[in-house]
Each structure stands twice: as C-alpha cells, then as structure tokens.
C-alpha cells in the first residue's frame, strides 16, 4: 500500500521528466528520421510523418549517408576532428589536474590571488581573443595547423579545467593527503597515487565537457583554421555543405548525424562514471 | 623506540593560541593520553609532533633529534586517525604496504611485515577487500595495522576509538593496551574521554584552553588533582563542588558550607591554619559519599541531609542525584540503598578523601 501512495505521489514529477525529456530529444529524432528519408519525401513532406506507417521499412534509405561520405571528403573530416579533438582534450585535462592539485593541496605565496585570476578567465568571452591571436598565430606559422588549434582549445579549456578538479581534489578528505604524507608520499606520489585515482568521475566528466565543446566546435576551428580543406574538420565540413549544396536537406542531415555520432558513443561510454560512490569507505564508518 | 619533548612549544593559528607554551617530556616506551575538552589544544599538539602543522614557537625533539624543520615522512612516526584515513581504492594489503613500499623496502620484508601486522590484529582473511567492504571496527584495526608494519619510534594516535560503538570501544581499549606492550614503543594517545585516558595511558596530560593542566600517572591524577578543573574533568560521574568557609580553631575546624557543616580531619586541619575563615571550594568524589544507613562506622560531623531527586541503578551500584539547600550533587552508593526519588536521605562524607581548592585562583589547597 505504502508503495503505490509513494508512486502516485511521485507521478507527477515523473511525467515532467518524461515529458522534459521527450522535448529535447525530439529535434534529435527529427534529424533522425529525416536522414534516412529519399530527398523528394524530404522536400516534400516533414520528418513527423513517418509516423503515419512506421513500420513500413521501405520508406527508408541509407543513399543520403553514402552520398555524404562519398561525395564530400567527409571521411578526411571526420577523422581531422578526431585528429583535433583527442589532444585538446587530453592536454588540457592533463594540464589542468597538475594546476588543480597544486592549487587545492600545496601551500606557495599568492595562491589564492593567481586561483581568483582563473576562475575571472571563465568570463572573458574567448572572440575577444580571435583577432590577436590569430595576428600572433600568423606571426608564428601556427595559422591553419593542428598544433595552433590543440594550444587554443588548451588555453581556451583550462579555466574551467581548473576550477573544476581544484573544487574535486579540494573536497577529499584531508586526513587522506596527511596520512600519505606520513607514510612518505611527496606531492608527485599523492598526485599520482591519490589524487588522480580517486577523482576518475571528475576527469571523467571533464573529458566529456571538453570533448564535446571541441568536437562540436566550428568557430575556433574556422577561424585559426581559415576553412582548409585538408585540416577542416566535420563540423566546418557539415556548414559548407550548407553554403555549397544550398537546398540539399537531405544530405546535411545525414552529414550532421555523422558528425553526432561519435560523442554519443563517447557519452554512453563514460556515462557510469558519473555515478558517485566511488570514495565510499575511506573515512568514518 | 624513542622519547619526545615538547619544549616551550607554542602554536597559534592568526589571534588564536591553540598550544601555549607547552611543557611535556614523554619517556621511551610510555603510554602517553593527551586528553581534554574539545578545542582544548591536544589535536594540535599531536599534529605538530607529526609534522603536519609548523610551530610558531619552541621545539619539538624526537630523542635526541630536533624535528622542527624535519618533514613528517623523515620523523619516523606513524599516525592513526580519528577517520582512519584508509586509502579507498586500494585493498587491505595494499593500504598496509604503502608506506614501506613508498620507502623501498623489499618485497619478501613487506611480505612479512604485512602479514605479521594481520596476524597480530586479526584481520588476515580481510587482505583482500577494499575498505568499503570492511565493518568499523575492522577499518580501525587497518589503520592500526598500516601505523604497526611502519615500525615506527613513535605512535600517534589522534581519538581513534571514537568512531566505534560503545562495546567494541571498550573491547579496543584492552587491545590497544596490550599492543603498547607487545611492541615496547612510545605511544602519544589523544582523546575528550578521559575514561580512555584512564584505562590506558601511563601518565596522562590534561590541557585546557592550549596550557598544560597537569602531567601525572592516571592514579596520582584522581587522587591529587592539582586545580578544580582536573578534579572535575578526571572521574565520572564528576567530583562534586560546593562553595564553604573554614571555620574553627586548632583541631576543631569545620567547613561550613550553604546547608551543612562538616568536621575536617585533624591531620588535614593543621595544614590549612592559615586559611582560617577564608572562602575556599570543596570538593568530593561521589564515591566517597556514602548511605548513612549502609555505612560501617557513622561520625557525626561528617553527616549531610539531603533530598533524592533521581537513582540510576547500574547493576552494581546507584547514582543518586541530590539537593541540598540551592547545591545539586552525586553519590555513587551500593544498590541495597533505600533512598527513593523524592524522600530524603542521610549521607556520610569520607572526610579524609576530601579536596580543597582556592576560589580565585581554582588551585588544589593542602
């Protein structure tokens, strides 16, 4: 009895969140659908009525996905995003939990002021930063390179990399740090034998955060890029389909979901991460 | 094994002097309490011993060695938290073994060590399992265990009984005295409780407010308490207090309190000769107050009429509450008493174990 008062109790709050859900996934399932439909149902007709006869499998296609990667060199931009976005996810995180550890755990002058300075760098809008950097990047020869978009999406991910592991490695338990201390750790042995284990769900979540802001980019990577078609990667790829096809719906949805596919895989892989637990029974009892 | 000095150590955190001017020489394999009130300087002690807070002023010598500027994993020491402290993600052996690995030490001697230090604590089949898996008591004995395989010339311990239930405490207390003797190393023990402090340490140093109260054997403590608050901190239920005047002339000389006048003793009287008349607080340990009814012999000036407020009856004896006059107080008389809640009683005092204090200055009067 006690448990089904609690499950109509609780109905509402459930609808909501389906109801929440089913609102942002829809555009999703549009692009979906729409990707695998022939290009004049697609002129002709919205995506929603599919569901007039879904199970009738013959309205479905996959042309618009093998003219995508056919035609349009999608396969290179596909795997210069990958080229991209694996460094300047890894150098930051890495950057970051070095900086974080310091800040949250090692005692030297001025710490609380440089801490404050980046965390104030979270706000400053990074197209400020477009034009000299780019004047900087053409003085150097890094312009239209891999490694310039690696040290931007570093630079442009470390403050919130910061302050986001600082605020994790601060929060675990102090008595943790000085007891490994006294057992003889130094700083690097903590960092590494400690700190790092114990804040997987943090990097975790930071790696999602940031793989997904660089994969998705298309203003960094237009900009210090300059639109090359060698080093483009798909998210300027999938915006020229736009500008060179014109009116060719069909393709550019099929070419966005390419360029979907990856991060859910990446979600769906780290996700359980996010589940907490994972310092349970370290201190009291 | 070593002996640790604090000598003139002083620690303060901005406006706030948590240890002041602190005193205190522990010998070679001594069983060390620090014990006190919350907030009263003994956490912070014990950490400037491990090294984990820097000292304002004075040193600190582990044997012959000053260890102010020595970083803790050079002090030789192992600490035991109040947390316990476990390393989470590694399992039992792991947690035991960091330390010796992070020192070098050879695999076969980790080996040993590790599985001696089990052995000892009983926790050999629990090698395994990752921390979250172990019940309280066993998390407590890992740390223990990860203090012992250091072999270290001290042991810290910072209230680490204080997370286990009311039983295991008990049954862990017994343990930790019998591991002191077995290893013959210095032990520096901080707890609030001072039956703790009682049942284990070797000497005991009662701080309050940063300034050591007194340094002495756990007997000599509760028999001599050298302020009122020594004598109200050590023994449970507490020493009673009550305000009074001495009165009287050579060998009569009484203490006349609110409601009662109590005859001292002649051997005592003859010391306090100059505290004719003056104020002074007396103080009495509720075992020394006893039901005139069951008592052996009755001295009549040594008799108090009081009111039962309320008897806990622990088995073997009975709390009794009481009032007289404005002044609340404890006995602690046997079960076959008659007092009941609301009658009055008759009680008798054991004079010759009373203690005196000054008012002002709160020291022990003999």
């Not at chain 2, 070593?2 to 000598?7: F, I, L, N, Q, R």
């Not at chain 2, 701080?207 to 340094?215: A, E, I, R, V």
């Not at chain 2, 002649?266 to 010391?271: C, H």
């Given at each position: 009895m006690k448990s089904i008062s609690r499950i109509w109790s609780r109905l509402p709050l459930h609808l909501l969140i389906i109801g929440l859900a089913l609102l942002w996934i829809t555009p999703s399932l549009g692009l979906l659908a729409s990707s695998l439909r022939p290009a004049r149902d697609v002129l002709s007709s919205g995506w929603w009525t599919?569901?007039?006869?879904?199970?009738?499998?013959?309205?479905?296609?996959l042309e618009n996905y093998a003219a995508v990667l056919n035609r349009s060199g999608m396969d290179r931009a596909f795997i210069n995003s990958l080229i991209i976005t694996i460094p300047s996810t890894i150098l930051p995180i890495t950057l970051a939990s070095f900086a974080a550890y310091a800040f949250a755990w090692m005692d030297f002058p001025g710490?609380?002021?440089?801490?404050?300075?980046l965390v104030g760098l979270i706000v400053v809008p990074l197209q400020m930063t477009l034009i000299p950097i780019l004047r900087l990047y053409n003085h150097l020869g890094l312009a239209g390179s891999f490694l310039g978009l690696w040290l931007a999406h570093t630079g442009y991910g470390l403050p919130f990399a910061i302050y986001l592991l600082r605020n994790f490695f601060g929060a675990l338990p102090r008595d943790l740090f000085e007891s490994a201390f006294l057992d003889g750790a130094s700083h690097l042995t903590a960092f590494f034998r400690l700190a790092l284990?114990?804040?997987v769900p943090a990097l975790a979540s930071m790696a999602i955060f940031q793989f997904l802001w660089v994969w998705n980019d298309l203003l960094i990577a237009l900009v210090y890029l300059g639109g090359t078609p060698q080093v483009a990667p798909l998210t300027v790829r999938v915006s020229s389909l736009v500008s060179s096809l014109g009116q060719d719906w069909h393709l550019l949805t099929a070419a966005a979901f390419i360029s979907m596919l990856l991060p859910l895989v990446i979600f769906f892989a780290l996700q359980r991460y996010f589940v907490r637990g994972i310092l349970a029974g370290s201190v009291k009892g | 094994?070593?002996?640790?000095?604090?000598?003139?150590?002083?620690k303060q955190f901005g406006n706030v002097t948590a240890v002041n001017d602190l005193n205190l020489e522990i010998k070679d394999k001594e069983f060390l309490v620090l014990v006190g009130p919350s907030g009263c300087g003994k956490s912070t002690a014990l950490r400037l011993l491990a090294g984990l807070e820097e000292i304002t002023s004075g040193n600190i010598y582990i044997g012959e060695h000053l260890v102010n500027d020595v970083p803790p994993k050079d002090r030789d020491i192992a600490m035991v938290f109040q947390s316990y402290a476990l390393y989470p993600h590694m399992n039992v052996y792991d947690n035991m073994a960091f330390g010796l690995r992070l020192r070098k030490t050879a695999k076969p001697e980790i080996d040993r060590r590790v599985k001696e230090a089990a052995e000892i604590l009983g926790i050999s089949p629990l090698l395994d399992r990752k921390p979250r898996q172990?019940?309280?008591?066993?998390?407590?004995?890992?740390?223990?265990?990860?203090?012992?395989?250091?072999?270290?010339k001290v042991f810290l311990m910072d209230e680490p009984l204080s997370n286990l239930d009311a039983k295991l405490r008990v049954q862990t207390r017994a343990e930790l005295s019998k591991l002191h003797q077995r290893l013959e190393t210095t032990f520096i023990y901080v707890t609030h409780d001072q039956t703790e402090a009682m049942t284990m340490g070797t000497r005991i140093?009662?701080?309050?407010?940063?300034?050591?109260?007194?340094?002495?054997?756990?007997?000599?403590?509760?028999?001599?308490?050298?302020?009122?608050?020594?004598?109200g901190f050590i023994g449970s239920p507490a020493m009673n207090f009550f305000p009074a005047r001495l009165l009287g002339e050579d060998s009569q000389v009484y203490l006349q309190a609110d409601s009662f006048r109590l005859k001292v003793p002649?051997?005592?009287?003859?010391?306090l000769v100059n505290y004719r008349g003056q104020e002074m607080i007396f103080g009495i340990r509720p075992e020394d107050i006893h039901d005139r009814a069951l008592a052996s012999s009755v001295s009549q000036d040594a008799v108090v009429k009081a009111q039962v407020e309320v008897t806990e009856l622990m088995g073997s004896?009975?709390?009794l509450y009481l009032s007289t006059g404005k002044q609340n107080f404890t006995a602690r008389v046997e079960p076959r008493t008659s007092a009941r809640p609301g009658k009055p009683v008759e009680l008798v005092f054991n004079m010759e174990r009373m203690h005196l204090f000054d008012p002002n200055t709160e020291e022990r009067i003999d």
């Open positions: 599919i569901l007039e006869r879904p199970f009738d499998l013959g309205q479905f296609t710490r609380r002021a440089l801490f404050i300075i284990p114990l804040s | 094994m070593a002996s640790v000095t604090y000598d003139h150590v002083t172990l019940s309280g008591g066993q998390r407590q004995r890992v740390a223990l265990g990860r203090a012992i395989v250091r072999e270290p140093a009662v701080l309050k407010d940063g300034l050591l109260q007194q340094l002495d054997t756990p007997q000599n403590l509760y028999d001599h308490p050298l302020n009122i608050f020594v004598a002649a051997e005592r009287a003859g010391k004896e009975v709390f």
